[in-house]
């Protein structure tokens, strides 16, 4: 994963200082967001950083930057407002086009949630917003100028300390916010938008989240970080933050389904009960396609994968775990049994023959290993026994089942999908 350094220009013309998290080599580069951190915060921050690098990890390349004053980035904090970070993410986006591609994400954490809701009805390659532990409005932060609002009435300017640090304001950051105390211009926004927040956030009430869905128009989605802190100082916050926003991106970010799109578009036309198989990076990361779908494979981080989606074996067990499935809820239907649910749980393993038991194939060799598949059915309902034990005995038919222990002849031929082989016979 590379770390470009990238510093541009404000407005102002004071000089930003960026970092763009990029994908790993193995990693295609499915699309590019712009991160706004917290208030007073910097782009070096725990949340920010990890949840850039995580997503980086996982295709979609981040540009973080400290707003003016603040970090690296020239500029006095003091002449700087809510609007004015408004207009840093404006440049900062102009940058990242000029330097790659325009963003098509933006993230805001705290008060640079509140920012992105604002800067991307200006930004028409902004497809899709996130928020994180955000104010409805950046009037929220309001109540930070209490101890010195006098000050600042009678003077023009005070000092505020926020943390350990501090900061000289001056009156017009607080004639500035009066201007955003109405979340009505979220309804504008008309962008996908996803709203993370903890319940138990103690800068930034739940309310606040509660305010941004319902002033926001749909498309709209809410994800609970419950147990999490308003910093999420736990790493295993920040990679959940970024695990699911990749997976609710996909879905609203046309440039992540480019490339799937793109190899759908330029795959022969597949038949019922064809596959086809595209190369999605030069790694582990693969597209899978049907006549009709289109999924990937992947292998874990561990095996030195991305892990953007299910190995080749969790694949194979959830199309028998599925036609088990599938076999069992036929019958019971049929039959007009009581079941209300059933869960199919498999794992794959290798064994020693020598400790192979009862059920493994007789005409196994006891020397070197075997392959073996456990599985476990879990049936709900007002079941007897003697139905229970029928519902069992029902899932050996099933057709994959049956496949696996036919010991399929596999055949390998170099050639297109469009290539038949004679009489249409493999």
């Known amino acids: 994963m590379a770390r470009i350094k990238l510093?541009?220009?404000?407005?102002?013309?004071?000089?930003?200082?960026?970092?763009?998290?990029?994908?790993?080599?193995?990693?295609?580069?499915?699309?590019?967001?712009?991160?706004?951190?917290?208030?007073?915060?910097?782009?070096?921050i725990a949340a920010a950083s990890r949840i850039s690098r995580a997503?980086?990890?996982?295709?979609?390349?981040?540009?973080?930057?400290?707003?003016?004053?603040?970090?690296?980035?020239?500029?006095?904090?003091?002449?700087?407002?809510?609007?004015?970070?408004?207009?840093?993410?404006?440049?900062?986006?102009?940058?990242?086009?000029?330097?790659?591609?325009?963003?098509?994400l933006l993230i805001g954490h705290s008060l640079g949630g509140a920012a992105v809701l604002v800067a991307a009805q200006q930004l028409a390659c902004v497809q899709?917003?996130?928020?994180?532990?955000?104010?409805?409005?950046?009037?929220?932060?309001?109540?930070?100028?209490?101890?010195?609002?006098?000050?600042?009435?009678?003077?023009?300017?005070?000092?505020?300390?926020?943390?350990?640090?501090?900061?000289?304001?001056?009156?017009?950051?607080?004639?500035?916010?009066?201007?955003?105390?109405?979340?009505?211009?979220?309804?504008?926004?008309?962008?996908?938008?996803?709203i993370f927040h903890s319940p138990t956030d103690e800068i930034v009430s739940i309310e606040e989240a509660a305010m941004i869905y319902q002033a926001a128009l749909h498309p709209k989605s809410f994800i609970s970080l419950a147990g999490a802190d308003h910093?999420?100082?736990?790493?295993?916050?920040?990679?959940?933050?970024?695990?699911?926003?990749v997976a609710w991106a996909g879905r609203y970010l046309s440039t992540l389904g480019t490339e799937t799109d793109a190899a759908a578009d330029s795959a022969p036309a597949l038949e019922q009960g064809e596959v086809l198989i595209t190369e999605r990076d030069r790694h582990f990361l693969r597209g899978l396609h049907?006549?009709?779908?289109?999924?990937?494979?992947?292998?874990?981080?561990?095996?030195?994968?991305?892990?953007?989606?299910?190995?080749?074996?969790?694949?194979?067990?959830?199309?028998?775990?599925?036609?088990?499935?599938?076999?069992?809820r036929m019958y019971a239907e049929h039959k007009r049994l009581a079941l209300d649910d059933i869960e199919v749980r498999l794992r794959h393993e290798r064994v020693h023959a020598a400790d192979c038991d009862a059920d493994c194939d007789e005409t196994a060799t006891k020397t070197g290993k075997i392959e073996r598949i456990r599985r476990h059915i879990e049936l709900k309902g007002d079941l007897s026994d003697a139905q229970r034990a029928r519902l069992l005995a029902i899932a050996d038919r099933c057709p994959v089942h049956?496949?696996?222990?036919?010991?399929?002849?596999?055949?390998?031929?170099?050639?297109?999908?469009?290539?038949?082989?004679?009489?249409?016979?493999a």
């Not at 004071?14 to 782009?43: D, I, M, N, R």
């Not at 400290?66 to 003091?78: K, M, P, R, V």
């Not at 095996?303 to 076999?327: E, R």
Request: contains cysteine; hydrophobic residues 40%; negative net charge.
């Open 55 to 104: 997503l980086a990890a996982r295709g979609i390349a981040v540009l973080r930057f400290d707003f003016t004053g603040l970090g690296n980035s020239d500029g006095d904090f003091a002449n700087t407002n809510f609007t004015s970070n408004v207009q840093d993410l404006i440049a900062a986006a102009r940058a990242l086009e000029q330097h790659a591609q325009a963003p098509a």
């Open 231 to 245: 910093l999420l100082s736990r790493k295993e916050d920040s990679e959940y933050v970024a695990e699911t926003l």
């Open 128 to 194: 899709a917003v996130v928020t994180i532990a955000a104010p409805a409005t950046p009037g929220h932060v309001q109540h930070l100028f209490s101890g010195a609002r006098d000050e600042l009435e009678r003077t023009g300017e005070a000092e505020l300390k926020l943390g350990q640090r501090q900061f000289r304001v001056r009156r017009q950051f607080l004639d500035d916010l009066r201007q955003y105390g109405d979340p009505e211009h979220i309804r504008r926004l008309k962008r996908a938008l996803l």
């Open 7 to 44: 510093s541009f220009e404000n407005t102002e013309g004071h000089t930003l200082a960026g970092l763009l998290e990029t994908p790993p080599e193995h990693v295609q580069t499915l699309s590019y967001a712009l991160f706004a951190h917290c208030f007073t915060c910097g782009k070096d």
């Open 402 to 425: 049956r496949t696996l222990q036919a010991h399929p002849h596999i055949i390998t031929a170099a050639g297109s999908l469009a290539d038949k082989p004679p009489g249409g016979e």
């Open 290 to 328: 049907t006549r009709n779908h289109q999924l990937l494979a992947d292998e874990p981080k561990a095996a030195g994968g991305s892990d953007l989606g299910p190995s080749p074996y969790d694949l194979l067990l959830m199309a028998l775990g599925a036609c088990t499935s599938m076999t069992i």
